[in-house]
């Protein structure tokens, strides 16, 4: 089964039928974990709010091992993660979307392992390439679908570096600076550690990115989260669409 895992901007997925919820147990904190599951032509997909329900986690505090063990013990074994992101690369103007190939963290102090105990021998997974390749490219046929059907012709950018930042907090311009000298082409808080956690459970993994503003220092002025809250307004509907797209044509029903 597919499932998504909704951030800032994503809470509801429009055209969708209700199909129920479950509060999942994990041996990862004492409230269970809830996941939505959603239906579209037969076809089912577990749904989590990774800020919880009323989106009050913040970005260091979401608990990614139960979210990740949750959908796991489900049957999850594709998860696109839904990201808001800020813009280092100039051709990815607020509204564009990407499907990044790389990630660079730079998070600290967050849960990144479910190998933490001591094991008979360690275990290193290989994270040469972080998303799923068959995945990101289904991401980016549906998004192309979606174009077409919309006329919206968004810039659906393939690849690039998402640079997983700690929050909550925006960065300084010179972060940003740094972070562009080590190639990165958006900013996220939320990527890592869900992706590796994934990988660790072996269920496949990628990212649909959604620009909502100009990194810091990238243009003049500051961030606001008016700006931020339109572009997120004006994207929302062509992000479940993309989501209603993949389900049809990759969806295993
Ligand atoms: N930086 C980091 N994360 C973000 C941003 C940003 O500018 N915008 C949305 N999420």
Redo the contacts with the bound molecule.
Sequence with gaps: MLGVIGG?GLSQIKGFEPAGYNHVATPFCETKIEVELLQHRGCKIAFLRRHGGKHTIP?HKVNYQANIWALHKLGVDKIVGV?????INEKLVPGCLAVPDQIIDYTHGRAATYFEETLKTVVHIDFTRPFAETLRLALLDSANITNVKSSDNRLVMNGGVY?C?Q?PR??TAAE?NKYKRDGCD?????AMPEAVLARELQIDYALLAL??????GQFEGE?SMDD?SKVVGNSKDFVTDLLRALVEKYGEC
């Design positions: 800032t970005p990201n808001a992101v800020g813009s640079g930042t929050g925006l960065e940003v958006l900013l996220g808080m939320t620009s909502v503003n100009w990194a810091a961030i931020i």
